[in-house]
Nanobody, 121 residues
Framework: QVQLLESGGGLVQAGGSLRLSCAAS????????MGWFRQAPGNEREFVAT????????SYADSVKGRFTISRHNAKNTLYLQMNSLKPEDTAVYYC??????????????WGQGTQVTVSS
């Protein structure tokens, strides 16, 4: 069973950038499809991005396409989310998650605790 720990959140002005990291332990990180999700106050958790186990396939929510980039370093057991051109509506708690099988926005089995991202206008 894999454990996930996010880091890198914080407060940033609109138009700025942040890079989130997700450190995995206790499992074979390279065997999992990984994803990023976010949940804003009063909203349901939503899909942000996903990446295949080897990193060759990615998929993004329309709301972040062209601004966010998901990547992974299997030798370091780490997942990343580079967020550029941030907007106030990107404010949320960001979670990383792991699943077996191919890339997709659903059916993730393991979740981190989340890291807060706040974008000021």
């Amino acid at each position: 069973q894999v454990q996930l720990l996010e880091s890198g959140g914080g407060l940033v002005q609109a138009g700025g950038s942040l890079r989130l990291s997700c450190a995995a332990s206790g499992g074979t990180f390279s065997s999992y499809t990984m994803g990023w999700f976010r949940q804003a106050p009063g909203n349901e958790r939503e899909f942000v991005a996903t990446i295949s186990w080897i990193g060759t396939r990615t998929s993004y929510a329309d709301s972040v396409k062209g601004r966010f980039t998901i990547s992974r370093h299997n030798a370091k057991n780490t997942l990343y989310l580079q967020m550029n051109s941030l907007k106030p509506e990107d404010t949320a708690v960001y979670y990383c998650a792991a699943r077996r099988g191919g890339v997709g926005p659903k059916d993730y089995d393991y979740w981190g605790q989340g890291t807060q991202v706040t974008v000021s206008s």
